[in-house]
């Protein structure tokens, strides 16, 4: 399996960003799919996941602004990122995995499969 995270870019704060995650080699529609985020010199943290079911599950500190729609047709999953603020910036990461229970979703060692990153700057 290989993702391809795509999309980043240099933004505002206030603007907005939608970022890809491709997967190839096995369908999307059957794994949980998340997105995590690493700024330097700090540990990868949780953004957000979507179940095969369909449920989503978000960050606190990214709640109400960002969302994560997928699409099972593109085998793609997406984060859009609405109203960024500088604390946003980080490198992008979207995992995949096929048997993640509710409890590990915030972890990111419980995902099989990593895309390679997408670097996000919000800044004025």
């Known amino acids: 399996v290989q993702l391809q995270a795509s999309g980043g870019g240099l933004v505002q704060p206030g603007a907005s960003l939608r970022l890809s995650c491709a997967a190839s080699g096995r369908t999307f529609g059957s794994a949980t799919v998340g997105w995590f985020r690493q700024a330097p010199g700090k540990e990868r943290d949780f953004v957000a996941a979507r179940f095969r079911s369909g449920s989503a599950y978000y960050a606190d500190s990214v709640k109400g602004r960002f969302t994560i729609p997928r699409d099972n047709a593109k085998n793609t999953v997406y984060l859009e990122m609405n109203s960024l603020k500088p604390d946003d910036t980080a490198v992008y990461y979207c995992?995949?995995?096929?048997?993640?229970?509710?409890?590990?979703?915030?972890?990111?060692?419980?995902?099989?499969?990593w895309g390679q990153g997408t670097q996000v700057t919000v800044s004025s």
């Open positions: 995992g995949a995995g096929w048997s993640l229970i509710l409890s590990s979703i915030r972890s990111a060692s419980a995902y099989d499969y």
